[in-house]
């Protein structure tokens, strides 16, 4: 997997070449490059944001310097990915459609946000996905675009240590992850439960499942709503 991010603070993606990514990028996995937006300005000044048309506060990111950078950047075959607060929800199933790509390209917005414009003529040659980590705002996207890249990367065959980790991932089952235990056995007079020594497989399997029902019920009822009925066995039904 190929991924680019054009950005107007390219060492804040410095991280990305650090732990799981940086073995990831050593493997072959993933290669990744970083664009400095200012590279595409003509002025002196570098300019790269200018104020609102219809007034308001704030700059907003110009179309004439992201449309070169994204010229040059994007190919055909590029899934281009604005991180936005007015994006879609990233979610684990996003995120494991981003992991099928071939060619991820990150637009970092900065300020009131890019031009639409350049979404609007770039989804004429590319699929663009304007997406959201989360309802608050960030000053650009960079720090998203970590996020992202991090949830993706480790969905790549090959980058985590063992593959059988991704089953067990909090939503992989529209659940939350209940809670998780090791030695010592007795902590600050804190147990472990004693179902998960217990050596009855059948049992902790069910014990964790009314674990992550009762987590996800308690902290994230929306997620239980979106499951299909077919998610839940007699047992579940009954708690
Ligand atoms: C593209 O325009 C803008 C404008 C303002 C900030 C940003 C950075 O993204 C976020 O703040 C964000 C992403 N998901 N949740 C918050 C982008």
Redesign the pocket.
């Known amino acids: 997997m190929q991924i680019d991010v054009v950005t107007i603070f390219p060492e804040y993606l410095a991280p990305l070449r650090a732990a799981l990514l940086g073995k990831a990028i050593d493997k072959g996995l993933i290669s990744v490059g970083v664009h400095d937006l200012r590279d595409w300005t003509q002025d002196v000044h570098k300019a790269v944001d200018d104020s609102p048309y219809g007034g308001g506060p704030g700059m907003v990111m110009k179309a004439d310097i992201w449309g070169p950078a994204l010229d040059d950047v994007c190919t055909d075959e590029t899934r281009l990915i604005?991180?936005?607060?007015a994006?879609r929800p990233f979610t684990q199933a996003v995120a494991h459609e981003y992991a099928e790509e071939a060619h991820l390209v990150f637009a970092c917005?900065?300020y009131?946000?890019?031009d639409q414009r350049v979404v609007d003529d770039a989804r004429r040659r590319v699929r663009v996905n304007e997406v959201?980590?989360?309802d608050?705002?960030?000053v650009?996207?960079e720090v998203?675009v970590l996020a992202i890249v991090e949830a993706v990367a480790r969905l790549l065959p090959g980058v985590l240590g063992n593959p059988k980790s991704h089953a067990e991932d909090s939503f992989q089952d529209g659940l939350l992850e209940g809670p998780s235990y090791t030695r010592p056995l007795v902590w600050r007079d804190l147990e472990v439960p004693d179902v998960l020594r217990s050596g009855n497989h059948r049992l902790i399997d069910r014990w964790r499942r009314d674990q992550s029902l009762a987590r996800t019920f308690e902290r994230r009822p929306d997620l239980l709503e979106s499951l299909p009925a077919d998610a839940f066995d007699k047992h579940d039904r009954a708690l």
Request: net charge neutral; proline share 11%; no cysteine.
């Open positions: 604005v991180p936005t607060p994006g917005g900065r009131e946000g890019i959201s980590i989360g608050y705002v960030l650009g996207g998203a």
